[in-house]
């Protein structure tokens, strides 16, 4: 945050939102994605522009993703979130409706 002073405010000073707020918008809703317990929401990152935080990455579940926008929403300063998260299955885990192996014989 910038703090201003000018003749017209008599000392008073102002405070206008700038990068260093930006900067703190950003790290606490990466502390609170990351404090969520949830490991792969360590992948996601956050973009700010003002008080618009852009998330990107990939998760597992439409779940994390929407939980992700949510815990983002809360951060104080935070007036718009825009989800860019992608939902990718991991690669270990089968296709649905493909065939299973069994141990009968």
Same mark, same amino acid.
């Given at each position: 945050m910038t703090a201003l002073m000018s003749p017209e405010n008599r000392g008073e000073i102002?405070?206008?939102p700038g990068p260093s707020r930006q900067a703190e918008i950003g790290l606490d809703a990466e502390r609170r994605l990351r404090g969520r317990g949830y490991l792969?929401?360590?992948?996601v990152s956050c973009d700010v522009c003002t008080?618009? %935080?852009q998330l990107r990455g990939c998760l597992p579940s439409y779940y994390l993703k929407q939980l992700a926008q949510a815990v983002v &929403?809360? %951060?104080?300063?935070?007036?718009?979130?825009?989800n860019l998260i992608e939902?990718?299955?991991?690669?270990?885990?089968? &296709?649905l409706g493909g065939q299973r192996a069994s141990g009968r014989g």
């Amino acid at each position: 945050m910038t703090a201003l002073m000018s003749p017209e405010n008599r000392g008073e000073i102002s405070t206008v939102p700038g990068p260093s707020r930006q900067a703190e918008i950003g790290l606490d809703a990466e502390r609170r994605l990351r404090g969520r317990g949830y490991l792969s929401l360590r992948d996601v990152s956050c973009d700010v522009c003002t008080d618009i %935080v852009q998330l990107r990455g990939c998760l597992p579940s439409y779940y994390l993703k929407q939980l992700a926008q949510a815990v983002v &929403a809360e %951060v104080e300063g935070v007036r718009r979130v825009i989800n860019l998260i992608e939902v990718v299955a991991p690669a270990y885990r089968p &296709a649905l409706g493909g065939q299973r192996a069994s141990g009968r014989g």
